[in-house]
């Protein structure tokens, strides 16, 4: 088998014509006899030796705004009373949950203290009342919500002493689907 190829006839018709280079002469085969010597490589600069640890990660600003998925689990009537209410006042959901979340910041301690437990003490033991039971199922509600929005939602959880964040939501966005003054036709 011969390692140069032939020259291509002329197509007619073609004005331009051109002759292709011949491929590259190929590698020997790896077989039993010795390699031949090789040139000696080019001497790169010295470099410092590579380390095993990953490369560290430069620290986020702190002006920086990330977008962070957040999943709320929240009673299925009020995850469609919410689609529904961001549909009519043609908002986004996590705009419609912030405004709820301002709105009832006022009345949280009280909402709140309304959804929480009750203990009752029976002689030398203490006993918490248990919570009535919820017909409607739960939801899941997931938002993308700035993080420094989340933050905020988060210290309103440990200053509230709300019992998750998926239950402040709750509280505050019943509060604000159900105040008359939030209500826009």
């Given amino acids: 088998m011969s390692t140069e190829r032939t020259p291509l006839t002329a197509v007619a018709g073609l004005s331009h014509t051109s002759q292709l280079p011949a491929p590259p002469a190929r590698r020997p085969q790896a077989s039993s006899q010795a390699a031949p010597e090789r040139p000696p490589a080019k001497v790169a600069p010295e470099r410092a030796p590579a380390t095993t640890d990953p490369p560290a990660k430069r620290p986020v600003s ?3 705004s990330t977008v962070r998925n957040v999943t709320l689990s929240l009673p299925a009537s009020l995850v469609a009373q919410v689609r529904a209410r961001a549909r009519q006042d043609r908002t986004s959901q996590p705009d419609l949950l912030l405004d709820a979340l301002t709105a009832a910041e006022p009345h949280l301690p009280r909402l709140l203290a309304a959804t929480a437990p009750h203990e009752t003490t029976e002689g030398p033991f203490m006993r918490r009342t248990p919570r009535p039971e919820n017909p409607d199922p739960v939801s899941t509600f997931s938002l993308r919500l700035l993080s420094p929005n989340l933050d905020v ?3 309103m959880v440990d200053k509230y002493e709300a019992d998750s964040r998926s ?11 159900h105040t008359p003054d939030s209500q826009q036709s």
């Fill in 167 to 177: 239950a402040l939501c709750a509280v505050a966005l019943r509060h604000y689907l």
């Fill in 153 to 155: 939602i988060d210290s």
């Fill in 62 to 64: 702190s002006t920086a």
